[in-house]
């Protein structure tokens, strides 16, 4: 079984797409070897996750529409491709080969109003033909799959739940000459909330930077800081930092590579994420491998994936993200409670599960004897 495997997402530094991309092409190598072929529109990937001498690419960089939907079922039939497996979302709508798609969330219709216009012309029609074309569809968690269930009218037996993991690299560190090194790059606050995700209006951080100023009148030091790519009306964030006199106590470090991203996790009082809509929720489980006290929404895939190791909130209401931020900051036998639970919690997510897990449904497309073993099945809290 020879596997096309879209890596187009890499081709930029990674958000959570790239991520969930880069890992579960690592990690299905060693069950596939050669028989994995890295699919791309351009030459040259961000996230270099396999020899570029092995990439199927154009030689110079091609629109991803153009080349998705006009060169690639070309490409796929030449090279004899059993099984196509679409990362994000798009796939050719005619593909000589039978091809799982990933759906990630069904953001685009329950939020239309957290997207840019552009895309959802270009998206909305897109991806439910793509949907129903696939022979499988892979989403991240029971919740998104309720909503792409509900909202394209997918039959349910053909939406497989398969959860993402931190990387390896994520984990608690000792003290060491690393932590003042990262201070000094990034002129870390002593006592900081990390957030981590795309500045868009769908991570709700205003809400979270009106908790801080909340936090600031019951007399909490923490201050906030955020990583993350710019994203779409970002700018809303830095006016309400301005209106509430908050531009000390918020850091905005942009983009961070991961080496220092697992230091900031691990450095952390307390990682806030209480966003308003995830199909998954990535930083969450990085923060707790990290050992890092979690807060996260009380609803949808970041309640599922969380569960009972962090602090919940109604991500609506400042106030209710204030206290369970006011509770974590200064009650160190709870902020130890959520440390210690988001540790076990988090050792059920591993991407040597995805892989196999998603290793099945290509067999299910092109039934043939691989050697791997069968993947532990079942749901979140199921050890």
Known sequence: MRVGFDVS????PPTGVGVYTAQLFRHLQPLLSHHLVPLSHRPRLWSAVASEKHLLAPRWPLNKTLWMQALLPWVIARQGLDVCHFTNSVAPLV??????VTIHDASLWLMPEYHYPRRLIAMRPLVPLVARRAAAVITVSRSAKAD???VLGLAPAKVHVIYEAPSPHFRPLAHGMWVDRLRRKYRLPEQFILFVGTLEPRKNLERLIQALALLRRRGVPHKLVIVGQSGWKQGRIFTTIEVLGLKQEVHYLGYVPETDLVGLYNLASVFAFPSLYEGFGLPVVEAMACGTPVLTAN??????????AAEL???EAVESIAEGLYRLLTDPELAWHRREEGLRWVRQFRWERTAQQTLRVYQTLYPS???VDAPVTGRVGQQ
């Open 95 to 100: 593909c000589p080969a039978p091809f799982v």
């Open 313 to 315: 909130v109604v991500p």
């Open 299 to 308: 609803v949808g895939a970041l309640a599922e994936i969380a569960g009972p």
């Open 369 to 371: 004897p691989v050697g």
């Open 9 to 12: 997402p890499l081709c930029g």
């Open 148 to 150: 792409l269930v509900r």
